[in-house]
């Protein structure tokens, strides 16, 4: 098991997974705290990195395209600080850095990781019921309804339509931008057969954000609406008419498909071991993961 313990937070890598808690130091965002613990299976990360600097360093995950919802709904808008795929590291703790990344690094080699795109979420998204005010109103998801309720600060015209409430089935797309310099950001929905050229401001689909501190905690409602709805991989003749919590579990296949593969693995870890590619420790360690999965 691989620990690095910092203000910033906590990740633990065990070999199958990597759990990455934030820290409660004040200076850890908020969108952070609120998005809580994450634990990131072995096959959703596409690499690890560390970055060293004079005075302190920066650990960066790589995920898979597609394989998490925060990050495709937000769609690489993140500010670093929010970033929960980030973990700043005291200049002490780099050795402890370096060695977290070479036990992640050579679990994606040992386990034949992929890193190419992924055609279904491979992580469940912010948890739910969720509510967030901000801008000009507060969208509430339980997982089956959004509901848009506004406040003083917005548009009569946009107020005067009353609460919104949007049946995840009506929704075809959900769009988050944060307010950059003097734009303003949004939280927008797109409501099938019901296309709008309107701007946030003015459209009733949409929550408009003026930079303020909860601003981005918009982006996990995006994110619990967006893992609800069909991936974007997904050929439109292949969208199921059932809900996530019915769908096959990521990994897909059968038990017996399973247990064969992991049959050949074993083989080809005792081929590498024999051969001298693997040493008796790094043998030893790829097996115990293999039978784990069994």
């Known amino acids: ?34 998005l809580g613990e994450l634990t990131l299976p072995l096959h959703a990360l596409a690499g690890v990195s560390f970055e060293q600097g004079r005075k302190s360093g920066r650990l960066r995950l790589r995920l898979r395209d597609g394989a998490d919802p925060l990050l495709q709904a937000t769609g690489g808008k993140l500010a670093e600080t929010d970033d929960p795929y980030q973990l700043n590291v005291e200049s002490d703790r780099y050795g402890v850095a370096e060695y977290l990344v ?8 040992l386990d034949e990781v992929p890193s190419g795109a992924v055609d279904r979420y491979l992580l469940p998204g912010p948890a739910i ?24 600060k917005t548009e009569d015209a946009k ?42 401001k003015y459209d009733p689909n949409s929550v408009e954000l003026w930079g303020f501190k909860k601003d981005p905690l918009m982006a996990l409602v995006a994110a619990a609406v967006q893992a609800r709805l069909p991936h974007p991989a997904t ?14 579990a990521p990994d897909g296949g059968t038990v017996e498909h399973d247990h064969d593969a992991h049959l050949r693995r074993l083989r080809e870890l005792g081929e590498l071991h024999r051969t001298g590619v693997l ?3 790094e043998f030893a360690l790829a097996k115990q993961a293999v039978l784990r999965r069994m």
Do not use: C
């Not at 910092?6 to 609120?34: H, I, M, Y």
């Not at 036990?103 to 080699?109: C, D, F, I, S, Y």
């Open 279 to 281: 040493t008796d420790d």
């Open 159 to 200: 107020a005067a339509a009353g609460p919104r409430s949007l049946a995840v089935g009506d929704i075809a797309a959900v769009e988050w931008h944060p307010a950059v310099g003097l734009e303003n950001g949004y939280l927008r929905f797109g409501v099938r057969h019901a296309p709008t050229k309107a701007p946030p």
């Open 129 to 152: 019921p969720l509510s967030v005010s901000a801008g000009d109103g507060t969208a509430t998801f339980d997982g089956e309804h959004v509901r848009l309720e506004w406040n003083w």
């Open 102 to 109: 070479d036990e992640v690094r050579n679990a994606l080699l």
């Open 235 to 248: 050929p439109v003749a292949d969208v199921p008419s059932r809900r996530p919590e019915e769908l096959p």
């Open 1 to 34: 098991m691989a620990e690095i313990i910092q203000k910033d937070g906590t990740w633990v890598f065990d070999g199958d997974a990597l759990r990455l808690t934030p820290g409660r130091d004040r200076n850890v965002s908020l969108l952070r705290r609120e």
